[in-house]
């Protein structure tokens, strides 16, 4: 999980550590990265793989021996020899202090309260730029090769960190473009669709999370559907979209009417959230948009969308045919009979 208060104290164990290994002797520097080391290594998962490469600790041995040995060649001392194993740990151990914080570092910056402040300032572009500075380092580290390909090609260096600056460039771009995950909620008619909708409506409003959408309400007169009116979710306004029996001039859904102001006012609230929010709520999906109608329009290109969340309820016997047609082969059938609002809502918060 983010934290800003773990982003915060990055930073100051960076800077903490850069000037205790300038100031202080080497039992000090070398208990307090260590610790600090051990810290990011249990709260990072990616802090560990930067370090658990043998190429790494092959590096770091390396380091230190070719640092004993000019130490012992140009300082002729009786402690020319720990001088220069000093002088090694200290600069592998600056190189881990480095390392380690840049890429733990990259992870706080990927915070959504970081990246929603900076996206409305003029320097949104920020995060991402930190991000290719900060998780780039270990990786062009990664690539340099061994001593005696260095020496017999080196411009193959070159070549290797400017073609790895395009891949990282073509990562953070694809990161920042991801397509759209849409969630089917799926039940028999009657099982309670729309009021498990409802209850994700809670969760979002909660965490203050942007969303939009309609919802379709029955209206029920003797136990019997006489219609169904379309509510705007974010402003509950609300209109008359199917109504029992024959009206004339207009278009029939099995035993209903489908009135025209009501199916303008949906798919103009549709295209407004797919446009401004972050999470659009779609109920009751199914057989007139597979005739395409309803919500056809709207709903067409969706799996084309990057960076949204679709929540769509749909009967279960028409869900087949809705992702057949949509190509929403990628989608997340939620059977309700088995699945609760809440796991759903938190799986969702979590994702933003």
Known sequence: KHSLAWLI?????????????KFTDWFIWSIYIVIVATIWILRYKRALKKISNPKFWIIFVLITMLTVFVFSRFDK??????????AGVQMNLRAV?????????????YNPL???????SSFKQLPVALELSFESLPVF???????????????????????????????LQNKENVKSTIYIISGKKGEG???FIKELIEYFKENKLSFGGIISEKQVQNEDCVAYEIVDVESEHKAQFLVKGDIEGCEKIMKFSILSEGLEFGNAIIKAAIENKNIIIIDEVGLMELQNRGWYQSIGNIKKLQNKIFIITA?????????????????RIINISNSKPEILAKDIVESI
């Open 315 to 331: 009967r279960d016997i028409f869900v087949d045919e809705l992702i057949e047609k949509f190509q929403w082969k990628s989608s």
């Open 141 to 171: 580290i990664s690539v340099i090769p061994d001593f005696k390909t260095a020496i017999k090609h080196p411009i193959n260096i070159f070549s290797a960190v400017i073609l790895k600056a395009q891949n990282r460039l073509d990562e």
């Open 193 to 195: 669709k729309t009021r």
């Open 97 to 109: 202090l480095m390392i380690l914080g840049f890429s733990v570092l990259a992870v706080e910056l």
């Open 114 to 120: 970081v990246r929603k402040y900076f996206s409305r």
């Open 77 to 86: 001392s009786d402690y020319s020899l720990m001088n220069g194993l000093i």
């Open 9 to 21: 104290a990055n930073v100051l164990m960076m800077i903490g550590g850069l000037i205790i290994l």
